[in-house]
T-cell receptor
Framework: AQSVTQLDSQVPVFEEAPVELRCNYS??????LFWYVQYPNQGLQLLLK??????LVESINGFEAEFNKSQTSFHLRKPSVHISDTAEYFC???????????FGAGTRLFVKA | NAGVTQTPKFQVLKTGQSMTLQCAQD?????MSWYRQDPGMGLRLIHY???????DQGEVPNGYNVSRSTTEDFPLRLLSAAPSQTSVYFC??????????????FGEGSRLTVL
């Protein structure tokens, strides 16, 4: 069965510092991978996705993630964070085993001034 | 664009009461799903549907029923509410992307408290 592990439940970081949010998944077949962001009292919205092709994917607000098939990882990075990046981030996987997208437990990113 | 619309946004129930959470999408997506979000547990899939007339169970289906009579609507029914069903519920839809779910579009959530 699919599973997604987000290795850090909370990540505090100072503004303008780099950050990495880690995500590992288990799946025996090819996968689609996603990062979603949830701001307080809102629904989730897509941050970026890997479907196929280039293993490095980027978002419009400076985040990037790299699909590493050998390590079954899809870590999220940003070279310089802003206060407005404070949110909860969820890694998710969808594979050909069925129409199910499975989520990790989430990582709460807290950016301090 | 309305996207995915959930109602109600807030609801308080007593143990044993029943209710229906409504979900509608206007993007003509084949796939619709319900998740519950609990602290420290992420989002867990309750039920999903790949098209009108077709539904299936997710990770935590017990105590919930769904039906899909139209492409647009996917209501979630709590048959006899229990305190363990206190949660935030999200409806999400997606296109069928080569036999898998693609990007999920989420509603704003429905916060349910069962006393």
């Amino acid at each position: 069965a699919q599973s997604v592990t987000q290795l850090d439940s909370q990540v505090p970081v100072f503004e303008e510092a780099p950050v990495e949010l880690r995500c590992n998944y288990s799946s025996s077949v090819s996968v689609y991978l996603f990062w979603y962001v949830q701001y307080p009292n809102q629904g989730l919205q897509l941050l970026l996705k890997y479907l196929s092709g280039s293993t490095l994917v980027e978002s419009i607000n400076g985040f990037e993630a790299e699909f590493n098939k050998s390590q079954t990882s899809f870590h999220l990075r940003k070279p310089s964070v802003h206060i407005s990046d404070t949110a909860e981030y969820f890694c998710a996987v969808s594979d050909t085993g069925g129409f199910k997208t499975i989520f990790g437990a989430g990582t709460r990113l807290f950016v301090k001034a | 664009n309305a996207g995915v619309t959930q109602t109600p946004k807030f609801q308080v129930l007593k143990t044993g009461q029943s209710m229906t959470l409504q979900c509608a999408q206007d993007m003509n997506h084949e796939y619709m799903s319900w998740y519950r979000q609990d602290p420290g547990m992420g989002l867990r899939l309750i039920h999903y549907s790949v098209g009108a007339g077709i539904t299936d169970q997710g990770e935590v289906p017990n105590g919930y029923n769904v039906s899909r009579s139209t492409t647009e609507d996917f209501p979630l029914r709590l048959l006899s509410a229990a305190p363990s069903q206190t949660s935030v519920y999200f409806c999400a839809s997606s296109r069928n992307l080569l036999g898998r779910t693609g990007e999920l579009f989420f509603g704003e959530g429905s916060r349910l408290t069962v006393l």
